[in-house]
Structure formats: C-alpha cells, structure tokens
T-cell receptor, first 113, second 114 residues
Framework: AQSVTQPDIHITVSEGASLELRCNYS??????LFWYVQSPGQGLQLLLK??????LVQGIKGFEAEFKRSQSSFNLRKPSVHWSDAAEYFC???????????FGKGTKLTVNP | EPEVTQTPSHQVTQMGQEVILRCVPI?????FYWYRQILGQKVEFLVS????????KSEIFDDQFSVERPDGSNFTLKIRSTKLEDSAMYFC????????????FGEGSRLTVL
C-alpha cells in the first residue's frame, strides 16, 4: 500500500532563511507526487506536482521540489522564506488509474521575523 | 478566483444523528471528492464522484456514508448515524480533470460528535 512520511511535524525558520521540508513515500511504481499547503482558515492549495520528466519541478510562490527515486523522496524547498509562508504543508502521492491521493501527516511551518 | 465553498463550517451533533455536509464545487469542474482529517491524523480519502455516481471509494466509506449531487451546483456528504469516531474535519474538493491530482479544496467542515 502507498504511504507518505513527513518526518518533521513542526519546523521553525527565520524570515529570509532557506527551507527544506522532507517527504518520503512508499510505492512500487513511479508515483505521482504533490505538495499542498494549507494556510490558517483556508483549504488545501496545490503548490506543485510531479508526474514524469524533469525531476526538479517548480511551483507557485517560489517553491520547488526534487524527486529522487533512489531515496524515495520528494522534498520541498524554498531559497528564502517569507512570513506569509507560515502554514501547514502536506505531501501526497497518487497512482495512475486511481483518483485517490494519499497524504502525509503534514509539517507545520512557523516563520520568525 | 473561483473557489470551493463548504457549509457548515462547524457542526456539533449527538451520536446517532444524521448529518449532511454541503459543498459547492467550482462550476466547470466535473470531478468531486470528500476527504477527512481526524485531529492529529492524516488527511484521508473518502470518495470520488463523477457523472452522478461514485467512481472510487475507500474502505472508510461504508454504508453509513452517502454522497449526492442533488442539483447542478451542490455536492453533499451524508452520514446516516454518526459515531464518536466520525468527529473530524471534512474537506470537499473538485477538479476539472481526472487523475491529475490538481484538486481544489474547500475550507472544510468541522464535525464534532458528542
């Protein structure tokens, strides 16, 4: 069965610092991978996705993620964090032929001024 | 920008009562979903819906759950006889295309079962 692990429950960074949120997945074939963000009081919003091709994908709000098959990882990065990036971030995996997304538990990001 | 809207934002109910959670998906979207998140747990898939029928459901989505698109705009989740363990945040989502994972989520309906 597919599973997604986000090892960090809570991360705190200073504004302007770089950010990396970790995501590991378990899935036999090449998965479809996603990062969603949930700001307080909002629904989940898609940041970026990987289906195939270039393993470095760009998303909205200056985020990027890199698919590493050998490490079963899809880590999210941002070179310089803004206070408005404070939110909860969810990694998710999907598979071809299924509409179901399997989510990780989420990582809550706090940004210090 | 179009968005998915959900009502109510919070509902408190007694165990055994029926609950209906409502969602208005984005108007040109064809695929509809319900997910839920129990406090401290992962966001879990419940069901997907297309062309007026369920296209996929999880093992969580048992006989006490049902979904309906009663008119051209609403998409509802009914829980027939609520249990304590149904307490969760329920998210509705919609998408224009299938299997892309590009879901647009509502803000969620928090259900508290006492």
């Amino acid at each position: 069965a597919q599973s997604v692990t986000q090892p960090d429950i809570h991360i705190t960074v200073s504004e302007g610092a770089s950010l990396e949120l970790r995501c590991n997945y378990s899935y036999g074939a090449t998965p479809y991978l996603f990062w969603y963000v949930q700001s307080p009081g909002q629904g989940l919003q898609l940041l970026l996705k990987y289906f195939s091709g270039d393993t470095l994908v760009q998303g909205i709000k200056g985020f990027e993620a890199e698919f590493k098959r050998s490490q079963s990882s899809f880590n999210l990065r941002k070179p310089s964090v803004h206070w408005s990036d404070a939110a909860e971030y969810f990694c998710a995996v999907g598979q071809g032929g299924s509409e179901k997304l399997v989510f990780g538990k989420g990582t809550k990001l706090t940004v210090n001024p | 920008e179009p968005e998915v809207t959900q009502t109510p934002s919070h509902q408190v109910t007694q165990m055994g009562q029926e609950v209906i959670l409502r969602c208005v998906p984005i108007s040109n979207h064809l695929y509809f979903y319900w997910y839920r998140q129990i406090l401290g747990q992962k966001v879990e898939f419940l069901v997907s819906f297309y062309n007026n029928e369920i296209s996929e459901k999880s093992e969580i989505f048992d006989d006490q759950f049902s979904v309906e698109r009663p008119d051209g705009s609403n998409f509802t989740l009914k829980i027939r006889s609520t249990k304590l363990e149904d307490s969760a945040m329920y998210f509705c989502a919609s998408s224009r295309d299938r299997y892309t994972g590009e879901l647009f989520f509502g803000e969620g309906s928090r259900l508290t079962v006492l």
